[in-house]
């Protein structure tokens, strides 16, 4: 199953979930609801402007259950 790694991107880049939160606009019960990966869907929008706000890709937002990045396990992959 996938989940948002978003917390782990924000202390790598020095931010805080309370940065993103002012920056994405949305409803703090949503808000963390999504970042706590406690929904079961995040609009395309919502995934574009993180990705622009901390400088990443889709791949880099979301892992695997087991923490892999999407990206690592591509990788992976590829050899």
């Given at each position: 199953?996938?989940?948002l790694d978003v917390l782990n991107?924000?202390?790598e880049n020095g931010?805080?979930?309370y940065w993103l939160y002012?920056?994405?606009g949305m409803s703090y019960q949503n808000f963390n609801k999504m970042v706590?990966?406690?929904t079961t869907s995040?609009?395309?929008?919502v995934i574009e402007e993180i990705c622009q706000l901390l400088?990443?890709?889709p791949n880099d937002l979301f892992c695997n259950e087991e923490g892999e990045t999407l990206e690592k396990k591509m990788m992976f992959r590829a050899v």
């Open positions: 199953m996938l989940k991107l924000l202390e931010k805080t979930k002012k920056r994405l706590n990966n406690e995040i609009r395309y929008e400088n990443c890709s």
